[in-house]
């Protein structure tokens, strides 16, 4: 019972990334990628979660948290540059 | 009886995501999008990791600090990264929603630009 509802979950997670990676395909900006790459990030983690329940091991906690870290940073960076701007300015428009 | 508040948050977590998800093929406009995206799919990626942690926390008797680290991560930074997109979204030309009837950045950085030509 346990291991379905952890298998639901899964599913339920994974056609979230699909559908966010329809997103990344048509979307008409490049800001909308953007958003729908952070969203895939975002979801990944959620996806390495429920494998650490399955697997009973903590040895996913550093995955997870570098996929966070790299989330961030990455959405970071990609909005400054479609902004046009340096990574780390001083004078913000 | 824990077995059942772990799967209870994984299943309202989930269900979460895929709300954030289908938000962000259906709504119109990319500000909107960024609203659904940092909303949604934090609050169910929290809900997921507190199953994690009170599984292993009562399951196995393990008190993982990383987790929580990166739930308390996971809360701080998405906003962050949603206000970010945003402002270069604005700044790049990114149309508006055709029925959006209010625009405050435009107003006050016109407002800003006067005072500045005025110094």
Redesign the interface.
């Known amino acids: 019972m346990f291991e379905a509802a952890l298998i639901v979950a899964l599913i339920i997670m994974s056609v979230s990334v699909f559908l966010c990676f329809i997103r990344v395909v048509i979307g008409p900006s490049v800001s909308d990628r953007v958003v729908a790459l952070d969203l895939i990030g975002i979801h990944l983690i959620g996806i390495v979660g429920m494998l650490m329940i399955l697997h009973e091991s903590l040895y996913y906690v550093e995955v997870v948290l570098v996929l966070g870290i790299l989330a961030f940073i990455g959405t970071i960076a990609l909005s400054k540059f479609i902004e046009g701007g340096v990574v780390i300015d001083r004078d913000h428009r | 009886m824990i077995?059942i508040i772990?799967?209870l948050f994984?299943?309202l977590?989930?269900?979460f995501?895929?709300l954030?998800?289908?938000a962000?093929?259906r709504l119109p406009d990319?500000y909107t999008?960024?609203n659904a995206?940092t909303k949604a799919?934090?609050l169910?990626?929290i809900g997921?990791?507190v199953?994690?942690f009170l599984?292993?926390l009562f399951a196995?008797d393990?008190l993982?600090g990383?987790?929580l680290?990166?739930i308390i991560?996971?809360f701080m930074?998405?906003p962050?990264?949603g206000l970010?997109?945003a402002?270069?979204?604005f700044?790049?030309g990114?149309p508006f929603w055709d029925k959006n009837k209010h625009n405050d950045l435009k107003v006050h950085l016109e407002k800003k630009q006067k005072v500045n030509q005025n110094s």
């Open positions: 077995e772990v799967s994984i299943l977590g989930a269900l995501m895929l954030g998800s289908v962000i093929i990319t999008r960024v995206a799919s934090t169910g990626v997921t990791m199953a994690v599984y292993f196995k393990i993982s990383k987790i680290l990166t991560f996971v930074t998405a962050i990264s970010m997109i402002r270069s979204a700044h790049n990114v």
